[in-house]
């Protein structure tokens, strides 16, 4: 009688185990594939959307890598075509690592110190995602931090005005808990720069776009590229705040390649109109290993960096504590040629679904670029 129960269950391992590998292989080549598109169609929705994920997608390919490692000591009832796949699945994963490591170090900047006697940038991005901006995490972040300068997006200002008349605050809270004493505001709101330094508006750009057909009353598809110039006291910088739309929908992409579009222009007209340093930050609303960011990045001279040399994530969904699984790096910055890249770092969950990115900056000397 026990050998007729125990017969069953010697059947059963081996069989579980050779699904499991088998899975292994073909989930490893199926991520592989997925991740390969981002690099393969990149002015294909679907395929361009994929560049969120690289980070999931080689670390779901290294684990099916292994699992099917260990399926090569097993027998297995289609054991050449399951040394093809695992083949295929190995080729694949090299392929993606190699391409993603070229693409993160395509424009990076190093990191660099600090010359003597010059004075260290701070910059911070956040996307509010609509939080009052006198909200106790938020000014706390901003007490201990003390930038130099704030870009906010989806500021949402009006009513962050009206929240801080019937408190009976100052608007914009300029000067107290760590926000700098000068504000600009976009055309539309969405777009707020604080700085310390004296702000001279450049132009406030509204880049129109389609709405999707379900798209919510709250979202809105026109984008605005806010810039600004900023007297630093030894010379001026050019900031440009961006916010993309998210490509979460074939028209949105759209919305977001022609925003792209316009912010190329922008960047290409102020480094003509002066050769003062530029710096461009916000929700970009791009993966770094998208080829668009890319490409705007190169044909502008531009360069970005990494909080210890790798992107990470900047906006999480549902929880803060899955943030490395349930999240991509989409708030990014860019410098031009001259910018010295000091610190890159994010900050803590302050309530919004976008952590901060904290950037250090040096400018060059007037008259060197």
Not at 146 to 172: K, N, S, T
Not at 287 to 314: D, E, H, V
Request: some cysteine; aromatic content about 10%.
């Amino acid at each position: 009688m026990l050998s007729f129960v125990t017969r069953p269950l010697r059947q059963f391992f081996p069989t579980f185990a050779s699904l499991v590998c088998w899975c292994g292989s073909l989930g490893a080549l199926t991520f592989c594939i997925l991740g390969l598109s981002a690099f393969a169609a990149p002015d294909y929705w679907f395929a361009d959307n994929m560049s969120f994920f690289l980070r999931q997608f080689l670390v779901a390919g290294l684990l099916g890598c292994l699992a099917g490692t260990l399926g090569l000591l097993m027998w297995h009832r289609l054991r050449l075509i399951y040394r093809t796949v695992w083949i295929l699945a190995v080729v694949s994963f090299l392929s993606l690592v190699g391409l993603t490591a070229a693409r993160t170090l395509e424009n990076t900047a190093r990191i660099e110190t600090p010359a003597t006697g010059e004075k260290v940038i701070k910059v911070i991005s956040i996307n509010t995602e609509r939080m009052f901006l006198g909200d106790k995490r938020l000014t706390a972040f901003m007490e201990r931090q003390q930038p130099d300068i704030l870009v906010i997006q989806e500021a949402l200002w009006w009513l962050q005005e009206r929240r801080w008349e019937r408190l009976e605050h100052p608007i914009g809270g300029l000067g107290e808990n760590g926000y700098p004493d000068h504000v600009e505001v976009g055309a539309s709101g969405s777009l707020v720069i604080y700085s310390n330094f004296p702000i001279r508006l450049e132009n406030s750009t509204i880049v129109l776009g389609e709405l999707h057909d379900t798209a919510s009353v709250i979202h809105d598809p026109d984008r605005e590229l806010l810039q600004v110039s900023l007297d630093t006291g030894a010379r001026d910088l050019k900031l440009l705040a961006v916010h993309p739309d998210s490509p979460r929908s074939l028209v949105r992409w759209q919305n977001k390649r022609r925003y792209f579009d316009e912010a190329d222009n922008v960047i290409q007209e102020l480094q003509q109109s002066s050769d003062d340093p530029l710096v461009v930050i916000g929700d970009w609303n791009s993966a770094p290993w998208s080829a668009r960011f890319q490409q705007t990045l190169s044909q502008n001279g531009l360069k970005t960096a990494y909080p210890g040399g790798w992107p990470r994530t900047t906006r999480f969904f549902f929880d803060y504590r899955l943030h490395w699984i349930l999240g991509s790096p989409v708030d990014q910055f860019a410098v031009s040629e001259g910018v010295k890249v000091l610190n890159v770092s994010t900050g803590p969950d302050i309530g919004s679904d976008h952590l901060p990115l904290i950037v250090e900056l040096e400018l060059p000397s007037p008259g060197n670029n």
